[in-house]
């Protein structure tokens, strides 16, 4: 599941995008802590330097720790990240080339030297 704030909604003026499909939901924390919340979703697209852009439909739910955006399972079967657990560093594995949309539409898009 990957989930948004409502907060972040509410900031960017995303209610009127949201659908609500009247009908109660039951998820697994990761602490497997469950717990039914309203099923209201909002598409959105996400741009991360170095991915590609993202889309998918996010769960509106308060997200842990005051952030934004929660990226869950959907989001790390589709990119297949490399995460570095030590670094809290998460980059795309080695061989999987961003391509020039991961830049936002009205951004010019610089070549960067790769990291080492």
């Not at 990119?79 to 980059?91: A, C, G």
């Amino acid at each position: 599941m990957d989930g948004v704030s409502p907060e972040f909604c509410t900031a960017n003026q995303l209610w009127e995008n949201v659908v609500d499909h009247n009908e109660p939901m039951e998820i697994t924390l990761a602490a497997k802590q469950t717990m039914t919340v309203p099923t209201k979703t909002v598409q959105l697209t996400l741009y991360m330097e170095n991915f590609e852009p993202y889309t998918n439909d996010f769960l509106v739910i308060d997200v842990p720790e005051d952030q934004d955006i929660l990226l869950g399972m959907p989001w790390l079967k589709t990119t297949n990240p490399d995460i570095d657990w030590v670094t809290e560093r998460v980059q795309p594995r080695v061989g999987q080339n961003p391509t020039e949309l991961d830049t936002p539409p009205g951004k010019k898009n610089k070549k960067k030297k790769p990291r080492k």
